[in-house]
Structures are given as structure tokens and as C-alpha cells.
């Protein structure tokens, strides 16, 4: 399993057809049964292994809050850690996609490295402190 960027956020990018900081991101989570593919391109084509509504999940209800963009040496996009309250369910995946295109064109897809499981708790994704994703320059 691996992480990566979806090939049609880039085009969105290089097109000025997504506003990281503007239009609504959200993310879902998924089950063990997803694996990145880079050509997928909108949401249907991932929304199969999406976890079902229950255990405090709801399904396509969580938009990441507090998006920036800072332009720096290592320019980066971040927002608020996400989290699900009262929680109990087992996540493998998270993926990151633009829910103001009609399409709801995918991001990114981040792969959790195992099982994480919460049980009647709170479970969180704190992104990393070089943001959600980074443009270091070389």
C-alpha cells in the first residue's frame, strides 16, 4: 500500500480549477480493501471501500477547517487536525478530495501504514507540521 497524489489534482492545480484555501476539502476513510491507485479521479472511484456510516463515522461529512496555504522556501497547504468524537471503528486509509467541483475530484490518498483502530474514543489525524501536502524546492 503507498500514499500519494492523485494525477487529477495536479491538472486541477496546474489549471487553477482548485482553491485549497476557497472550496470545500473533505476527507473519508477507508478499509483495508483500498489501494492508491494515481489515475483514479473522482470520488466514486474510491467510495467502495469508504467505511459505512456507524460508530461515530458518517459517511462524506467531515470538511477539513482552518485551510491555509503558506509560500515559503517549502511552500505547503495545511488545515485543523480532523477528528471523530465517540468513536469506534477501524481505519486504513484517509483520502482528501474537493467536494466543491461537481465531480468531487480527489487529492490525495494517505495510507495509515496498518489497522488504526478507536473504541468508544476520539480518533484524529494530525497532519504532519510541514502540512498536508508540501512543495519544497530543490
Known amino acids: 500500500m503507498a500514499s500519494g497524489i492523485y494525477n ?4 486541477n492545480l ?3 480549477e482548485v482553491d485549497l484555501e476557497a ?5 473519508i476513510l477507508l478499509d483495508d480493501s483500498h489501494a ?5 479521479n473522482v470520488i466514486g472511484d ?13 459517511q462524506q461529512d467531515k470538511a477539513l477547517a482552518g485551510k491555509g496555504v503558506t509560500q515559503a522556501a517549502a511552500t505547503k497547504w495545511d488545515a485543523t487536525d480532523v477528528e471523530w468524537t465517540d468513536a ?6 484517509a483520502v482528501l478530495y474537493d467536494d466543491t467541483v461537481g465531480t468531487d475530484d480527489l487529492i490525495g490518498s494517505i495510507d495509515f501504514g496498518g489497522a488504526k483502530t478507536v473504541t468508544a474514543g476520539t480518533f484524529k489525524i ?4 510541514d502540512g498536508i501536502i508540501n512543495l519544497a524546492t530543490a
Open 46 to 58: 474510491v467510495s467502495a471501500n469508504e467505511l459505512a456510516t456507524a460508530g461515530g463515522y458518517t
Open 36 to 40: 492508491f491507485n494515481a489515475a483514479h
Open 14 to 16: 496546474f489549471n487553477k
Open 23 to 27: 472550496d470545500t476539502i473533505k476527507i
Open 88 to 93: 469506534t471503528f477501524t481505519a486504513y486509509h
Open 8 to 11: 487529477r489534482f495536479k491538472a
Open 126 to 129: 494530525q497532519w504532519h507540521e
